[in-house]
T-cell receptor, first 114, second 113 residues
């Protein structure tokens, strides 16, 4: 078990560009979560999937954000027309319901919008 | 909505000192409570958890007790080490539904030798 992985680890983009991040959860984990963490703050929930179904989205997730989890395995988070306020660490976590409720986090993708 | 409040940092201690990081929460139901730790350059790691009132979570010498009457989950360690330097986050989650984590703002801990 290699843990949760995220790619890329760092992304620098210009305002207005689109970016896509990838998360590979722990194999066989059926839940996958996305969080956003800004400097000096705790992570904030963005959205989550149970298998391939996206079951909840935070109001933080504007219509410029979209997430997918095809086939219930890896997930992608896309941000369209990036803004400087999107600069943050984007964290992915996975868990297996109902056996364990613990969420295991990946190392995160740090996005800088210039 | 649910929320978590942690004592403000940063906190600086000498090695072998006693550590307390306060955490209180507001929740409509009966949440599970967690402490996560983020070491420099690394991802969030679960340190300990408690799922019901009066449960005590413990790991690596750290302890926290789920106090429903005071809605608190304070983190303690009897003798800290330089390697404990990190950012510590208190968090809660519902035990049903999304079970998404709600985090406090984090407390940066620095231990000096």
């Amino acid at each position: 078990d290699t843990g949760v992985s995220q790619d890329p680890r760092h992304k620098i983009t210009k305002r207005g560009q689109n970016v896509t991040f990838r998360c590979d959860p722990i194999s066989e984990h059926n839940r996958l979560y996305w969080y956003r963490q800004t400097l000096g703050q705790g992570p904030e929930f963005l959205t989550y999937f149970q298998n391939e179904a996206q079951l909840e989205k935070s109001r933080l997730l504007s219509d410029r954000f979209s997430a997918e989890r095809p086939k219930g395995s890896f997930s992608t988070l896309e941000i369209q027309r990036t803004e400087q306020g999107d600069s943050a660490m984007y964290l992915c976590a996975s868990s297996f319901i109902p056996t364990t409720y613990e969420q295991y986090f990946g190392p995160g993708t740090r996005l800088t919008v210039t | 909505g649910d929320s978590v409040t942690q004592m403000e940092g940063p906190v600086t201690l000498s090695e072998e000192a006693f550590l307390t990081i306060n955490c209180t929460y507001t929740a409509t139901g009966y949440p599970s409570l967690f402490w996560y730790v983020q070491y420099p350059g690394e991802g969030l790691q679960l340190l300990l958890k408690a799922t019901k009132a009066d449960d005590k979570g413990s790991n690596k010498g750290f302890e926290a007790t789920y106090r429903k009457e005071t809605t608190s989950f304070h983190l303690e360690k009897g003798s800290v080490q330089v390697s404990d330097s990190a950012v510590y986050f208190c968090a809660l989650s519902d035990r049903q539904g999304a079970q998404k984590l709600v985090f406090g703002q984090g407390t940066r801990l620095t231990i000096n030798p």
